[in-house]
């Protein structure tokens, strides 16, 4: 699946950042399915910021210090616009069958 219009990851800047002065060692970010965190010193840091899956910020969400954050979500909206992601992964999903491929309604051009 092209998520990102064939865009290498590593080209995308997504990931968490820890701030680690208001890092209370809750280790909830240690949950995280892609294994981007690890426990050093009583504190997580993130070891695979790459991992991280774009868009995703469970863990600052439910993180009790507050610490960790992610780049801006604007920066990401804009990079998925410049870079038309959203159209190729909408052809993707059609070419998958996992999404009905949508009809065009009376006078209405196909612009694919």
Same mark, same amino acid.
């Given at each position: 699946?092209?998520?990102?219009?064939?865009?290498?990851?590593?080209?995308?800047?997504?990931?968490?950042?820890?701030?680690?002065?208001?890092?209370?060692?809750? #280790?909830?970010?240690?949950?995280?399915?892609?294994?981007?965190?690890? *426990? !050093?010193?009583g @504190?997580?840091?993130?070891?695979?910021? +790459?991992?991280?899956?774009?868009?995703?910020?469970?863990c600052?969400?439910?993180c009790?210090?507050?610490c960790?954050?992610?780049?801006?979500? #604007?920066?990401?909206?804009?990079?998925?616009?410049?870079?038309?992601? *959203? !159209?190729y992964? @909408?052809?993707?999903?059609?070419?998958? +069958?996992?999404?009905?491929?949508?009809?065009?309604?009376?006078?209405?051009?196909?612009?694919?």
């Amino acid at each position: 699946m092209p998520w990102f219009a064939g865009v290498p990851r590593n080209e995308i800047d997504w990931g968490p950042t820890i701030d680690a002065n208001k890092c209370v060692g809750c #280790g909830v970010c240690l949950n995280c399915g892609r294994s981007v965190f690890e *426990w !050093k010193d009583g @504190k997580s840091v993130v070891v695979r910021r +790459g991992d991280c899956v774009v868009g995703c910020s469970t863990c600052g969400n439910l993180c009790q210090g507050r610490c960790i954050s992610f780049p801006p979500l #604007g920066d990401l909206r804009r990079f998925y616009k410049e870079n038309q992601v *959203w !159209k190729y992964v @909408k052809e993707a999903m059609i070419a998958e +069958g996992r999404i009905s491929e949508p009809e065009l309604k009376l006078g209405e051009v196909d612009k694919r």
